[in-house]
Structure formats: C-alpha cells, structure tokens
C-alpha cells in the first residue's frame, strides 16, 4: 500500500545547539535559594504493544517516586515508540542531611573506641555518645552527610529505573545474558534543566537527541525540557494522548460509529499523528451475520464499524491512519481492499462450515485437547452436561451444554478465534436448535470482564456456570494453580465470571456443593468474593468479613448479598457501633471462657440463678425480642447490654452463676449472629 511521505529535513546539531543555549537559562529559576529545575526522560523503543502502556506509564511514575527527590508536579505522556515522564521543581542538589553512626559497643576495648573516633573524624572521644539498643549499650556519633547533586542521583538510578519497569514479557536485544525490555530500547532523552543527565544503557547513551515519527519527521531531534513537546510536534509525533484520543473523537463526528472505547484505547496508543477515514465494502457482505462481519473489523483491522439509521450494521467503516491526510485516497482504497480480502475468507468459511450438521461434529472433539491432564473437549463436553444437570438445568440446558464447544471444530473459529461461542449459537440457530439452546451456547462464555454482562436467560446461565466450574474443579484438582501474576487458564476471570451469575442471575444454592473438599479452591472463590463486594459493590472490608464469618458461612452467595446489604443499613443506626463492640467483648469472654473449659448449660439457661437488676432485665428482653429481625431489636438490646456489662461480674465467684452467665452470653451472641459475626465489625469504642 503506498503512503504519502512528507519529507522534512534533519537539522543540523551545530544549528540546534544555538537555539539550546538561548532556551536553557529559562528553563530554571531560583527557589529559596536553589535552583529548581524541571526534568526529563524519554525512553524511546520499537513500536510497544498498545495494551502495556499504561501500566508501563503507571510503574514509571512509581519507580520514580521512589528514588524520592523532592519534587512539585509528574506528568507522564506515551506513543508507541517513547514513555516519558516530565517533573518539575527538582533542586539542582538534595539538601545536607545528618546520620547516626554506629560504633562499638561501650564495653569494647579503649584501641577499637579511639579507631572508631579516627575514622569518623572525631578529635576527643567525649564526643562520642552512648545510646541503648535491641542489642545493647553502644558508642555513636552524629555524622553530617552532604548533599548529592540530583544530576548525579538521577544518573545512577535511572538505568535501574527503566529496565525495572513491568512488562508481561520481555526480550534481550543485545546478546544473551544482556538487558530486557519489553522492545530495544533506540534512544534515551534524560535532561535536568539545561544539562544531559549521563549514562549509559544497552549501548545507548543517553542524551537530548529525540526521534521524530517514522514518516512525517526526522530521525534526530535536539530538544530540551523546555521545548520538548513543541519540537515532537513539529515533527509529526502528538504527544498527549488526550490530544489524539480527541482528534479520533472530532475525525468521526457526525458519523454513526457503533461505541467502542476500547479500540478508541487501543488507537489512541497505537498512532503518534491519528487521523480517522471514512471507507466502503459492498453490501452483498451484509449477508453475513453482523457478529462475523464486526470481529473482522474489529479485532482484525482495528476499524470501527458504521450503523446506519435504524442501529443496523451499514456498508461502511472508519479507519484510523497514522498520517494527517490521505488526499489521493490511497490509504482508503488499501484499507477497501484488505477488508475485502478479509470478508471473502469469512464468507468462506461460514459456507464451508455450513456443509456438516453441527451437531454431527461432536465427535470431532476427541482430537481438540482442553488440557493435556484433563482430556479432551469431548470430554470437557461430558462433565459439562452432567453439571448441568446437577446445577437444575432442564433438557435444554443439557443439549446447549453438549453442543457448547463444538465450534471449535469449524474453521471459521479456526481462523477467527475471537469467535468462540458466537460461531456455534449461530450455527445451532441456522440449523434448527431451539431458541434457549443457540442463546446459551452463544452467550456461554459471558461475562468476559467485569464490564460483560452475565449471560442473557436461565439455560444459558447454567452453561456457563457448567462451564467454568468445570474449569476450576480439573485445574485446581490437578495442582495447575494461579500463582502471582500467571494465569495461563484464566481462573480468575473463570472464578469471577461464577460469583457475578450466582449472585445476579439470583442463584440460591450453595458454592460449597460445586468445590467439594478442596480448600485451595474454596479459599481461590472466597478472594474473588470479596473483591467483587469490595471493589465492584463498595462494602467495607470489615462487613464482608462479619458477613462471611465461618460462624455464619458464605456458600449462598445471594443470601451472602442480602446480608450485606442489611449490615450496611444497619450501620446508620447510632446503635449499632456500640452493640457491635459489645459483641466483640462477649466473643473475647466467650473464647477465654472456652481456653479454660468452659461449656453452655446443656439445659439452657437457668432462670433461677439470674440476679434480679440488669442481669434479668437482659434476658428478660432477649425473650421478648428472640426470633426478630435484629433491625427491630437493636434499639431494645442496646442499653440493655450497656447495663449488664456496667453492673454484673460475668466471672462470678459461684461456678454455677459464672457458667449460667457465660451461657446467657453464648445465647444471646448465637441469636444474633445469623446474618453477620458482629465481633468482627471495626469499631471506634
């Protein structure tokens, strides 16, 4: 495909050294008596994959933090082929500071003292202190340290800096056994104020010499802090990502692009100049169905797709170049051409898979592995049915199941992976499967994110429960387990798309029954459980706690949420933080009652041994309150608590009484711990 080059000329380092001369006294100025200078680091590389730069942008900013020079303000800016971070306000040098030496200890021979004094610099040995340790008595001296130049500080920590930044996966460039990167790294900018901070990296010195874009700007461009942004610009690189991300947004206004912010993501961090266009392909493609035609586009051409007026998919899409214009067209006549090609493939495949009944390629699952401990997917496709089975799904459930992985097998996924499911709800529907069937298998992958909807009706929830669970159980049981970041199954995805149908497609069973005995696995779904209460719908951590104490259980995840939701209320109440310590205090009698062999009354409390006053007051209103809801107690309990701790010895002299109050106790925590283990709740008392 031939593109439009514009040529814009090299300029000369003798030229660009003038104009660095005349900008360089701006760009400090003097604060308390030091300069305060700004800061500048480039780290320019082969093309990074979209995907990992904001998370590179993120630890670059740590990384930086950590190195703790005072500083005002960070800002940090990407393209594809450079991470940057800009600070300002750095000292031209870090302030004198003082530290404490340690010596010998005091009962060190008078030689070792005195030579400990020398090399300090310490003249008379009164100087010397004697302070009190972990390990005992010893001599120390204050030492006074000066302070670096930051050029200095800076240019012995950022080669760490940059080959510390995370990356997924990383590569040696230079030889084996030499740095990692995530791609080579080509050049360096790293500049305080109007100096180059020196090092060197992977063979690269760091300097002021930038790159401009590949096209439109010149291979090396002299910059310096102040003039940075301005001189990419010149040379057709966008530097804000705020600034391509609108430019995208302003090319298609007033075209209907069907939403999509995360190719909008993806564009906005794989072009340094973006500038979208507007193609065609020939309405006879529109045969296909919209989902084939909008993964091509998508995930294969990174184009947006185009609906017209009624919300249906038109013949239409937008592209996004890397250039400012293209106007001879060739760019979109290339782009016609690619999609063209692409669409033939599609269209080709579905017609091909379309000559063997879809439910005849079950078969063909022997020879598909799902993983090499676990079998095959016709394998995978049996413990599937029969947990559907098991989870109350009806025959639909069952059939969906038996036909959810079989498109696996066509070679429309084969070439358009990103097609899993869809591809066999849609062929299930053109031959003849029922409509709960085709929507289950369709939808069973769901939710892929946290962004995902769960899966659309009951039958089709139940497959993808099968599914996932189907999953976790063969992965834990053959020890192929998460650790750290590797996920290579996604299990955890798999474990938060279980919690989110159970919990809003309103499951009222029990996980327990689907883990079994595996405490590795219980504890893989407890984590997600409360990430999903915490993060996704804000409880406070110490409520998920008492909701999912082992006193109260946590299998039924609906029934955990409608827990919750009650704590929550209740924690308005002005009495509730109270009663929620006086619960705490009972738990800790209770347990220090039980370490000395402490055991309730198996008869139940004795009425005749409580003293009359708060201790009977107590239970008198534990009798009238039992079996309500603790919202309608809570302001009756209360102060009726507050009296009996204020005014009764729970460890009476008399072991009758003691035991028959510890009992009252056990009672009375029992009775209300049912939705939430309240010892468990922070409190300010």
């Known amino acids: ?269 794989l072009t340094e100049c973006p500038m979208p266009i507007q193609g065609n392909f020939d309405p006879q493609f529109l045969e296909l169905p919209e989902e084939v035609l909008i993964t091509v586009m998508r995930h294969h051409q990174r184009y947006f797709s185009v609906q017209d007026a009624e919300g249906k998919l038109a013949p239409q899409f937008v592209a996004v170049m890397n250039i400012p214009s293209d106007p001879e067209g060739f760019v979109r006549r290339g782009n016609e051409r690619v999609l063209r090609a692409r669409f033939n493939d599609a269209r080709f495949f579905w017609e091909t898979d379309q000559k063997k009944p879809f439910a005849g390629r079950k078969q063909d699952l022997a020879n598909v592995t799902f993983q090499a401990k676990l079998g095959s997917y016709l394998a995978k496709t049996e413990r599937m049915m029969q947990l559907a089975r098991e989870l109350g799904g009806d025959a639909h459930a069952v059939r969906a199941a038996e036909l959810s992985k079989i498109d696996l097998t066509t070679e ?126 804000g409880f406070a951590y110490d409520e998920i706690n008492a909701c999912m104490a082992a006193s109260v259980g946590w299998g039924n995840l609906v029934d955990l949420a409608a827990r919750l939701e009650r704590v929550r209320a209740l924690r308005a109440s002005p009495d509730f933080e109270p009663l929620a310590a006086a619960f705490k205090r009972i738990a800790n009698i209770l347990q220090q009652a039980q370490d000395t062999g402490f055991t309730a009354l198996p008869s139940g409390i004795d009425e005749a041994l409580l003293e009359a006053g708060p201790e009977r007051e107590l239970y008198q209103e534990f009798r009238r309150i039992a079996g309500q809801p603790i919202e309608n107690a809570i302001s009756r309990l209360r102060p009726k608590i507050d009296l009996f701790f204020d005014k009764v010895l729970v460890n009476a002299p008399d072991p009758a009484v003691r035991q028959n109050r510890l009992t009252l106790l056990q009672t009375l925590l029992a009775e209300f711990s049912t939705i939430a283990d309240f010892s468990e709740i922070v409190t300010n008392s």
Not at 111 to 135: C, H, M, N, W
Request: net charge neutral; aromatic share 8%.
């Open 412 to 537: 429309l996924v084969k070439e358009f992976t990103e097609l899993q499911g869809v591809v066999g709800g849609l062929y299930a529907r053109v031959q003849g499967e029922s409509e709960p069937v085709w929507q289950a298998i369709y939808d069973h992958y769901k939710p892929e994110s946290m962004e995902d909807a769960i899966p659309r009706n009951r039958t089709a929830q139940i497959v993808a429960l099968a599914d996932k669970l189907d999953t976790l159980r063969g992965c834990f049981g053959v020890g192929l387990i998460p650790t750290g970041s590797r996920d290579p199954f996604a299990l955890r995805r798999a474990a938060q798309g279980v919690v989110r149908i159970l919990i809003e497609g309103r499951f009222e069973i029990s996980l327990f029954d689907f883990v079994g005995d595996d405490e590795a696995l219980k504890a893989f779904f407890a984590e997600r459980v409360r990430y999903y209460f915490k993060d996704i719908r």
């Open 1 to 269: 495909m031939s593109i439009p080059v514009v040529d814009v000329p090299d300029m000369t380092l003798d030229t660009e050294t003038e104009t660095l001369l005349e900008l360089a006294e701006p760009e400090r100025k003097e604060v308390g008596g030091q300069w305060s200078l700004p800061f500048l680091l480039e780290i320019g590389t082969e093309e990074i994959p979209d995907w990992m730069i904001p998370t590179a942008l993120e630890n670059l900013r740590l990384s930086f933090e950590k190195l703790e020079i005072p500083h005002e303000s960070v800002r940090l800016d990407a393209t594809p082929r450079r991470l940057v971070l800009r600070a300002e306000g750095l000292a031209a040098r870090q302030p004198d500071s003082v530290e404490r030496v340690l010596g010998p200890p005091k009962s060190a021979p008078p030689q070792a003292v005195a030579g400990f004094a020398r090399k300090q610099g310490i003249a008379y040995l009164d100087d010397l202190k004697v302070e009190s340790t972990p390990k005992g008595e010893y001599y120390t001296c204050l030492k006074k340290v000066p302070g670096r130049n930051t050029k200095d500080i800076l240019a012995e920590a950022l080669p760490g800096v940059i080959l510390g930044l995370y990356f997924p996966k990383t590569m040696y460039w230079t030889g084996k056994g030499g740095p990692r990167f995530i791609r080579p790294i080509r050049w360096i900018v790293a500049l305080l104020g109007p100096d180059i901070i020196p090092f060197e990296l992977a063979g690269v010195r760091s300097g002021r010499l930038t790159s401009g874009h590949r096209r439109l700007g010149a291979r090396e461009i002299a910059v310096t802090t102040a003039d940075y942004e301005r001189r990419l610009g010149d040379h057709g690189v966008v530097l804000s990502a705020e600034e391509r991300r609108h430019r995208i947004r302003h090319g298609m206004a007033g075209i209907r692009i069907k939403p999509d912010d995360k190719l909008l993501e993806t564009l906005v961090y």
